[in-house]
């Protein structure tokens, strides 16, 4: 069965410092592998998504991930933290038998401190 | 393009009484997603939609959640009778979902409290 596990509930960095959040997945295939970013009292937005075009994806805003199937690792990453980063994120992984189904981490949230 | 919409953004309502969540997927999308979100279990797939036809609701919790979709352009979600432990966020999705496609679009929410 599918997985994700994001390993940090909590990641607090200051303004202007590189950001890592950390997510591993399970799976017997090859996923489609995704990051949304929830605002406070907002929806989810998406960031970038992963389908096995490359392994090193851009998204909006500055951030970027890297699939590392030997590490089973789409980590999210960002050279600068901006203020308006603070956020909480969410890695997703689509279901294997059902791909509309996602399957998302428990969520990291970021603080940014000035 | 305006996204998902969702209506109303908030709602508070008195156990018993019904609720009614509405939701406007994205123009040409062919997936809609019913979500929702509580700070014990995170985000809970209530039910699928694809082409209007509701494809998996295994998710919804009991007898109490309907969920409708009458056309391309609408869906609801409804409680009846409510129960305080419905108060969460409903978030609404969709997508056009096929062979090479599956990124889902989030409307903002609903915030549901039922007192």
């Known amino acids: 069965a599918q997985s994700v596990t994001q390993l940090d509930s909590h990641v607090s960095v200051s303004e202007g410092t590189p950001v890592l959040l950390r997510c591993n997945y399970s799976?017997?295939?090859?996923?489609?592998l995704f990051w949304y970013v929830q605002h406070p009292n907002k929806g989810l937005q998406l960031l970038l998504k992963y389908t096995s075009a490359a392994t090193l994806v851009k998204g909006i805003n500055g951030f970027e991930a890297e699939f590392k199937k030997s590490e089973t690792s789409f980590h999210l990453t960002k050279p600068s933290a901006h203020m308006s980063d603070a956020a909480e994120y969410f890695c997703?992984?689509?279901?294997?038998?059902?791909?509309?189904?996602?399957?998302f981490g428990s969520g990291t949230r970021l603080l940014v401190r000035p | 393009d305006a996204g998902v919409i969702q209506s109303p953004r908030h709602e508070v309502t008195e156990m018993g009484q019904e609720v009614t969540l509405r939701c406007k997927p994205i123009?040409?999308?062919?997936?809609l997603f019913w979500y929702r979100q509580t700070m014990m279990r995170g985000l809970e797939l209530l039910i699928y939609?694809?082409?209007?036809?509701?494809?998996?609701d295994s998710g919804m919790p009991e007898d109490r959640f309907s969920a409708k979709m009458p056309n391309a352009s609408f869906s609801t979600l409804k409680i009846q009778p409510s129960e305080p432990r419905d108060s969460a966020v409903y978030f609404c999705?969709?997508?056009?979902?096929?062979?090479?496609?599956?990124?889902?679009?989030f409307g903002p929410g609903t915030r549901l409290t039922v007192l």
């Open positions: 997703v992984v689509s279901g294997m038998d059902s791909s509309y189904k996602l399957i």
């Open positions: 799976s017997s295939y090859s996923p489609s």
């Open positions: 939609f694809n082409n209007n036809v509701p494809i998996d």
């Open positions: 999705a969709s997508s056009f979902f096929g062979e090479y496609t599956d990124t889902q679009y």
């Open positions: 123009s040409g999308h062919n997936s």
